[in-house]
């Protein structure tokens, strides 16, 4: 998934770095278990908490939401450190990430705001593409994929067409 995963533009590697041994603490997770959780290596890990890498956009908001941690501040600094939602909770023996469905659900959730001409800050796409990959994560198939964001996709259509 890293390689595919779009990187986030201006990521101030030792801040980020900062922020995320804060939010592992306050969390509780260590290196291995948050990897285990989001579905990467746990070398890929350590590297972003010594500022020799940066995560791309799916797993930094994938690892904000399992610390219940707000992405902007994740991201940047900015804002509050807690999310306004509680972490998610992963049981890694059961069912890792899928880089390409999270790929699908990025690109879907980058397609919605692009049509809507909307600006909308990282945490909010990070949420709804947690929402949506919720919804899809058990599916069989990529067409059965497709198909459950297409309607998942044209229900948030609606539902953000005032914002």
């Not at 590297?47 to 941690?69: C, E, I, T």
Request: proline share 6%; hydrophobic share 40%; aromatic share 6%.
């Amino acid at each position: 998934m890293e390689e595919s995963d779009p990187k986030v533009p201006g990521l101030d590697r030792t801040g980020f770095a900062e922020r995320l041994k804060v939010a592992m603490k306050s969390s509780g997770k260590s290196t291995k278990t948050l990897a285990e959780e989001i579905g990467t290596s746990e070398s890929g890990v350590k590297k972003w908490r010594s500022g020799a890498a940066d995560p791309g956009f799916g797993l930094l908001a994938h690892a904000a939401a399992v610390m219940g941690v707000s992405l902007d501040w994740l991201a940047d600094g900015k804002g509050e450190m807690l999310s306004a939602f509680p972490p998610i909770h992963v049981n890694p023996s059961k069912a890792a990430i899928d880089p390409k469905r999270l790929a699908l659900v990025i690109a879907a959730v980058e397609a919605l705001f692009e049509e809507l001409g909307g600006k909308a800050p990282p945490s909010e796409r990070s949420e709804l593409a947690a929402q949506l990959y919720e919804e899809v994560w058990d599916m069989d198939t990529d067409d059965e994929v497709r198909g459950g964001l297409a309607v998942a996709i044209g229900r948030e259509r609606k539902r953000l067409r005032g914002w």
